[in-house]
């Protein structure tokens, strides 16, 4: 009876493993379909942005042309990020005729794009370029953006041909229009 009983023990236990292994597997599966090409934005969506790892996003905030480029790194979860993001929208707003670009890096979760980003860039009205960064790796990207920047949002670039300068700090409206008019007025 004792030899029933393991024997039984022993067959329950061999068909969890495998249907765990199997779910696993499957689950693996997956998760690869789900995966995106690195530089690719994801597929078409009803998304107001597009979605880029960092070499995808790279060029963009490298540009050389003749304009002044705004690049804030920002979270719909960061309240410093979101209580400064109507400085950056007035700067676009205003100075856009002036040669000036704005883009808005997200740094949400993918899992919140639909639930949280998308409505909350819906419901501010924003204008400016949004993208959102999906990289897991911050330690090959974090430093590529700036050697000194801890990682801390809201994080800011602004630059215009070689002349950069990157802010790991939350803007008043003044601040921001007082860095943005020292490139402004270096280029005039």
């Given at each position: 009876m004792k030899y029933l009983s393991l024997i039984v023990v022993?067959?329950?236990?061999?068909?969890?493993?495998?249907?765990?292994?199997q779910a696993i597997e499957e689950s693996n599966q997956n998760?690869?379909?789900?995966?995106?090409?690195?530089?690719?934005?994801?597929?078409?969506?009803n998304r107001p942005f597009e979605v880029y790892d960092y070499d995808g996003l790279e060029?963009?905030?490298?540009?050389e042309d003749d304009k002044v480029h705004v690049v804030n790194f920002w979270a719909t979860w960061c309240?410093?990020?979101?209580?400064?993001?109507?400085?950056?929208?007035a700067v676009n707003e205003t100075y856009k005729a002036k040669g000036v670009e704005v883009l808005l890096v997200s740094l949400d979760?993918?899992?919140?794009?639909?639930?949280k980003l998308t409505p909350f860039l819906e419901k501010k009205s924003i204008t400016s370029k949004v993208v959102a960064l999906d990289d897991t790796d911050q330690n090959r990207w974090i430093p590529a953006i700036d050697e000194n920047w801890?990682?801390?949002?809201?994080a800011t670039i602004i630059y215009m041909g070689d002349k950069r300068q990157f802010y790991e700090k939350s803007f008043t409206q003044d601040e921001l229009e007082t860095e943005l008019l020292k490139f402004l007025s270096a280029d005039r």
């Open positions: 022993i067959l329950l236990m061999s068909c969890k493993n495998e249907t765990s292994s998760s690869l379909v789900d995966q995106v090409e690195p530089n690719m934005a994801q597929p078409e969506t060029p963009l905030i490298n540009k309240a410093p990020c979101v209580k400064e993001l109507p400085y950056f929208e979760f993918p899992k919140d794009y639909d639930t801890s990682g801390a949002i809201p």
